[in-house]
Each structure stands twice: as structure tokens, then as C-alpha cells.
């Protein structure tokens, strides 16, 4: 029996699978509390992408309390407003926010939850006044029957000493939150942007787990853990690939891959977060496959995989063994990340991909993974 791989197919798969896991995203809602001017809107649109609180003026949710949303982009952003008025505004921010955490519990949808509230202190003040720690202690006392995790930002930190200074002090207090983080969200002059990747990595700690998927595909703040989690998706697809070549795989039935690769595929394109198109997935596996066609039989296609592994060119007994079969995945979903790395760092477009230029870059990739692999 031999199987027609159909590139079409492949892709179409891939493409329902992405359209459908990034379509099911749980929706993540956070509360950024704060003075005006202290930096909450800087700071969310360095952390997610799409500029979410770039548009100003968002929807008002209560008195105090606005929503900033962007289509597409699961991601609500509640944005107090006159934090910095007097005690009783402050008082009423409290109460609307036990309100809207109480009311998304009763929703018992984990989409109007509230997940996580950036509470921000500007760093420059190098001061965290009593009535700020008062209003935590209120909040944070009232929150128990919630637990919805705090954070404390401290925003505008050019000045890293003193921003320490102010976060141990801070700290000292034993307030009821996960943590205290300096962060710079944007240069200045001389001072380099930087906290938001552990701000990531603390998020990723305290958010539910159904969360992370959506938080892995909207921050745009570190991508080291964007490649953590990649390499994962791989190296368990690395595990199905060698259980599925554990019988020796007939090279007519390489077909056997296609799902498992397609489900890594998938994976990693979610995690990046970036919208990817049918002519751009199929410009990347006939690179990656080395055809011109869109059809061929499997046979075509293990053929053109092997003799792109250095010395693994010829095939004995007409088999590919568990151990190709991991290696042939491994270096797929390697030169993907690769790819998917270059452009998050804006070196490729996707609409590169398109061209002979860019599917040869592409090529490359792979080719160098396979080596590494070897
Ligand atoms: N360079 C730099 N500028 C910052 C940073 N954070 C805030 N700013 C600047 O500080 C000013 C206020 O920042 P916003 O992000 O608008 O502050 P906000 O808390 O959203 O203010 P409101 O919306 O009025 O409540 C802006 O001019 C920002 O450019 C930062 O990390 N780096
Ligand atoms: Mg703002």
C-alpha cells in the first residue's frame, strides 16, 4: 500500500489546527492599578503585542475602572483610573475591583475571571507612601477569598540601585503579594529596557494553568521562554516520532509523521503567536520537503528528507527506523523555531517566505538543525 502525501492536505490540516487553537485561546484579563504617569500603558503595550492600551481611551466597565481590547488579541486590560485622587476615589477603585474579581468568579467562565493585577509604583519616587501600603493591605485582605495574584511593579526603573532600594523595602513589609519587580519598560537615553522577561516568567508561575497558552502567544516581552516552551513541543513530538518508527516504518507509510509533526507545527506557531498564511506554511514545508509540486508519493517525500542528513542518504531495507524518524521531526521543529526566532527579531518577513530568497534562508535552517542534530 503506498500513501500520497499531499502537501495541500498537510497544510490545510496545519492551517485549521493553528486557525482553531489560536481561535479557543481562554481570554486573559488583568488589572493594572496605579497614579497617572506612572507608566501602566507603556508597560502593557511593551509586554503584549498589538499596542493594546495605545488607543487611549478605553471602554468604561465602572466609575474608575476602563477595558482596553483589541480584536483578534485575547487579552482584556482593566485600567484604573485617579488613583492618584484623593482617599475616597482610591477607596471606590477598590471596591468596583472586589466587584468586577466577585463578579467574574460568579461567571464561573474562566474568560471573565480577573487572572492577575499589576499593582505600579513609580521607582523614581523611591517612595511607597502608607496610604498606598493601606490600600494593598485592604485589598489584599478583602482578595483572600479570591486569591487573585498581585504583583508589584516598580515602573520607571532607570536607576537600578535605588529601584532595588525601594523593592526591598517593599518587600519588608510582608504584603500578601507574589512579588515586587523593577521594570523598565522603554529605553531612555542610556538605560536599557529590562525586567519585563521576568515579569513573563512570573506570570507564568502564577496564572492558571489553562492560561499559559494565551500568555505565551500575546507577550512579545520574552522570548527565551517563547523558544523553552518550543523546544518542548519538539522534543515531545521527537518522543511520539520514535514511538510511531519503533516498527520499522515502511517509506510508504511515512504518513504515520505527518500528524505528529503537523500537532508540533501547531504548537509552536501558537506560542509565537504569529498569524501565519496558507501560502506561507506551504512555501515552508515544500521547502523543507525539497519539491516543487504539491503532490508526491511518500516514498518521494522520505527520500528528499533522507538525503538531507548528511550521511544518512541511502536507505537500507527500505525502512526508516525510530531513530530516523525522531531526527527528521527534531529537525523540522528546530529549523521552525529557528524561523520562528527570526522573525520575532524582525531579521524575516513572513511574506519573505514567499520568495525563492526566503525558502532558501529557510533551507538553510533546516539543513544547519540536521546537522547540529546529528
Ligand atoms: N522611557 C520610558 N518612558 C516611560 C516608561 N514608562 C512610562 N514612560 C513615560 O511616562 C509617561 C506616562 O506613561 P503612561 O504609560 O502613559 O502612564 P499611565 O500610567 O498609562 O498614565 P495614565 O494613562 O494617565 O493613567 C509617558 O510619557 C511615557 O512615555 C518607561 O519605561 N520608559
Ligand atoms: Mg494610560
Redesign the pocket.
Known amino acids: 500500500m503506498t500513501y500520497d502525501m499531499n502537501i495541500n492536505e498537510l497544510v490545510n490540516g496545519c492551517m485549521n489546527a493553528v486557525n482553531s487553537r489560536m481561535k479557543n485561546l481562554k481570554t486573559l484579563n488583568i488589572v493594572v492599578v496605579?497614579?497617572?504617569?506612572?507608566?501602566?500603558?507603556?508597560?502593557v503595550n511593551?509586554v503584549f503585542r498589538e499596542n493594546i492600551?495605545a488607543t487611549g481611551i478605553g471602554s468604561p466597565v465602572t466609575q474608575h475602572i476602563q477595558k482596553c481590547t483589541k480584536n483578534g488579541v485575547p487579552l482584556v486590560i482593566y485600567?484604573t483610573?485617579g488613583f492618584e485622587l484623593e482617599k475616597k476615589v482610591q477607596q471606590e477603585i477598590k471596591n468596583e475591583l472586589i466587584e468586577k474579581i466577585d463578579e467574574g468568579r460568579k461567571s464561573r467562565d474562566i474568560n471573565q475571571a480577573i487572572h492577575c493585577i499589576w499593582y505600579?509604583v513609580n521607582a523614581c519616587d523611591d517612595r511607597f507612601e502608607p496610604s498606598e501600603e493601606q490600600w494593598i493591605r485592604e485589598f489584599t485582605r478583602q482578595n483572600e477569598n479570591y486569591r487573585i495574584p498581585v504583583i508589584i511593579v516598580l515602573?520607571?526603573a532607570y536607576f537600578k540601585d535605588s529601584a532595588q532600594a525601594l523593592q526591598k523595602k517593599i518587600e519588608a513589609k510582608n504584603l500578601d503579594v507574589k512579588k515586587v519587580l523593577p521594570?523598565?519598560?522603554?529605553?531612555?537615553e542610556n538605560y536599557r529596557?529590562y525586567g519585563l522577561d521576568t515579569l513573563i516568567e512570573v506570570m507564568e508561575q502564577v496564572l492558571p494553568d489553562e492560561m499559559i497558552d494565551t500568555l505565551m502567544s500575546i507577550q512579545i516581552s520574552n522570548l527565551t521562554l517563547k523558544q523553552k516552551k518550543s523546544h518542548m513541543a519538539v522534543a515531545a513530538a521527537a518522543v511520539a516520532a520514535t514511538a510511531a518508527g519503533a516498527t520499522p516504518i515502511p517509506f510508504s507509510d511515512a504518513a504515520v509523521l505527518v500528524p505528529i509533526e503537523a500537532s508540533m507545527l501547531t504548537s509552536i506557531t501558537v506560542i509565537f503567536g504569529f498569524e501565519i498564511s496558507k501560502s506561507v506554511l506551504t512555501g515552508l514545508v515544500s521547502t523543507i520537503i525539497g519539491t516543487g509540486g504539491t503532490t508526491m508519493a511518500g516514498r518521494t517525500l522520505v527520500v528528499n528528507l533522507l538525503k538531507m542528513i548528511p550521511g544518512v542518504g541511502s536507505l537500507t531495507g527500505g525502512v526508516i527506523s525510530g531513530a530516523t524518524a525522531a531526527l527528521l521531526t527534531t529537525a523540522l521543529g528546530e529549523a521552525y523555531i529557528a524561523l520562528m526566532t527570526a522573525m520575532f527579531n524582525g531579521e524575516i518577513k513572513a511574506r519573505d517566505l514567499e520568495t525563492k530568497e526566503g525558502q532558501e534562508k529557510l533551507n538553510e535552517l533546516f539543513k544547519e538543525e540536521l546537522e547540529k542534530k546529528r
Request: charged share 30%.
Open positions: 496605579g497614579k497617572t504617569g506612572v507608566g501602566k500603558s507603556t508597560l511593551a492600551a485600567d483610573k505600579c515602573t520607571k521594570v523598565l519598560a522603554q529605553d531612555k529596557a
